[in-house]
């Protein structure tokens, strides 16, 4: 595991990275549809990442979202049971303090 302490701003921090490798349209549609529906941005990874994913989810495809969350969990350096969704998004709300 990485060295560097995981915080959920660092998440945050990481997924906006993330976002804007994949382009500006990327992230401003996944921020905009976050705000809409629930109040808050791209940072509600801080608080609730199935909420996150869910959003993915609905925006993109199942697919696209869990490649992100994989991306984003290998980003983190977060060790995985496996590649399953359960399993990812459990490690990296245990991370979160979840």
């Not at 629930?38 to 608080?47: A, H, L, P, Q, S």
């Not at 909420?51 to 199942?62: D, N, Q, S």
């Not at 979202?65 to 290998?74: C, N, P, S, W």
Request: glycine share 6%; proline share 4%; hydrophobic share 40%.
């Amino acid at each position: 595991m990485s060295s560097i302490k995981i915080t959920p701003a660092f998440v945050a921090v990481t997924t906006h990275e993330i976002l804007q490798k994949l382009g500006k349209p990327f992230e401003a549609t996944i921020n905009t549809y976050l705000l809409s529906k629930y109040g808050k941005g791209i940072e509600i990874i801080e608080d609730n990442p199935r909420t996150f994913y869910t959003a993915l989810k609905e925006l993109f495809g199942e697919f696209a979202a869990r490649v992100f969350i994989y991306d984003l969990i290998k980003e983190l350096d977060i060790p995985i049971k496996s590649t399953d969704i359960e399993d990812m998004i459990t490690a990296l709300e245990g991370y979160l303090g979840e």
